[in-house]
């Protein structure tokens, strides 16, 4: 009965597969499988066996400052039973196990707080590294693009005015980021790390500017206070940013010239040239006779060519003597002979009906109308 009874709570598995899985004492949903425990000594009471060692390279400009904040990171290191040295005369950093060394991974966080010292991370930042908790990821940009000028630009881009852009990252991210030269030093979780790599290579990289992934990160923390979409596909929610096509010049593609198998011929040369002309063969002296003289011949044509273009300001331009037949002079003269044909007639007019009858000359012009003949014609015309 009591087998029944445990083949009904644990029943067999109908296929192959799984058939030795059994239930285990750590499968349990209260378990926090993730949860990094802090180390304790009485684990490894021996020590260690072997001596590890790490170095690293620091620029000259940190000399200085690590002089100065080498106390405070031996004292850190000293807890945890790990020996450093800084040798100036070669400009290294070195850390290493002693026989008082617990804990086998510290020895791996001195060597990253060694290389986040020399890549310009304050030494009370860069210490909180040997926390268990804290992990650091140093990411090259210098390689990721050619030109320098592009490069500083980008680079810009990801720190933004007044480093208000890297503020925003390292408040939504968690992570402490640090831009200096060639590389991004950034300290945080895995998860903050990833995201933080993710954000700089597309920066770099012009796939995306930060401030795209900074409204996607607002938008994912809004999303994760809501316990209904916890379990759900948050694509529908973010913004889609498409890349806009920037119109780039065309590269003139050069003609293919038909192929030979023969070489081009070969150009005379200065020497060739001379045979040619006969110049080799003369003297020192000829030669620099026939060199002045064409420098005269040179210097005259240029002078005769500035002459010239002095002169032409003084020479007057040529007046159009033909005019348009409506233009106002020639209408002016039209209207002063048909004055004068009209005075004529009137004069002859005059004389005939004088003969036979006296007329007054002004009360004859006043009757005929007192005014001139192309003024009249101007008014039958309106």
Not at 231 to 250: C, I, Y
Not at 287 to 293: A, E, I, P, V
């Amino acid at each position: 009965m009591e087998a029944a009874a445990e083949e009904e709570q644990n029943p067999r598995p109908t296929t192959k597969k799984g058939k030795h899985r059994k239930p285990k004492p750590w499968d349990d949903g209260s378990i926090d499988h993730w949860k990094i425990e802090k180390f304790d000594p009485s684990w490894n009471e021996t020590g260690m066996l072997e001596v590890s060692s790490f170095s690293t390279l620091f620029p000259q400009y940190r000399e200085k400052y690590l002089q100065e904040c080498w106390p405070i990171v031996k004292g850190a290191l000293k807890e945890y039973g790990v020996a450093c040295e800084l040798n100036l005369v070669e400009g290294c950093m070195t850390v290493s196990t002693t026989r008082k060394t617990r804990d086998p991974y510290i020895i791996v966080k001195a060597r990253d707080l060694i290389k986040l010292l020399s890549r310009s991370v304050p030494a009370p930042q860069a210490i909180k590294i040997l926390n268990d908790e804290m992990q650091c990821d140093i990411i090259k940009i210098g390689n990721l693009v050619r030109k320098k000028e592009r490069f500083v630009k980008r680079r810009q881009h990801l720190v933004g005015p007044n480093s208000s852009t890297l503020k925003a990252l390292e408040i939504l991210t968690g992570c402490y980021i640090l831009v200096q030269g060639n590389t991004v030093a950034a300290m945080g979780s895995f998860k903050g790390l990833k995201q933080v790599r993710r954000i700089v290579e597309d920066c770099i990289l012009n796939k995306m500017h930060p401030l795209y992934h900074i409204k996607i990160l607002m938008l994912k923390r809004e999303l994760a206070k809501d316990p209904t979409l916890k379990e759900e596909n948050w694509d529908r929610f973010l913004p889609t940013f498409k890349k806009k096509n920037v119109k780039q010049k065309k590269v003139k593609s050069k003609e293919k010239k038909p192929y030979t198998p023969f070489p081009p011929p070969q150009q005379p040369s200065k020497i060739d040239l001379q045979l040619e002309s006969g110049e080799y063969f003369l003297s020192n002296e000829k030669k620099m006779t026939k060199k002045w003289q064409d420098k005269q011949e040179k210097q005259a044509e240029k002078t005769a060519e500035n002459r010239r273009k002095r002169e032409e300001a003084f020479i007057p331009l040529e007046e159009s003597r033909k005019h348009d037949s409506r233009s106002p002079v020639a209408d002016s003269n039209d209207d002063v002979s048909a004055m004068a044909l009209s005075l004529k007639e009137k004069a002859k007019e005059f004389g005939k009906k004088k003969s036979a009858e006296k007329i007054d000359p002004q009360t004859y012009i006043a009757a005929a109308g007192g005014k001139p003949p192309w003024k009249r014609k101007s008014k039958h015309s309106e």
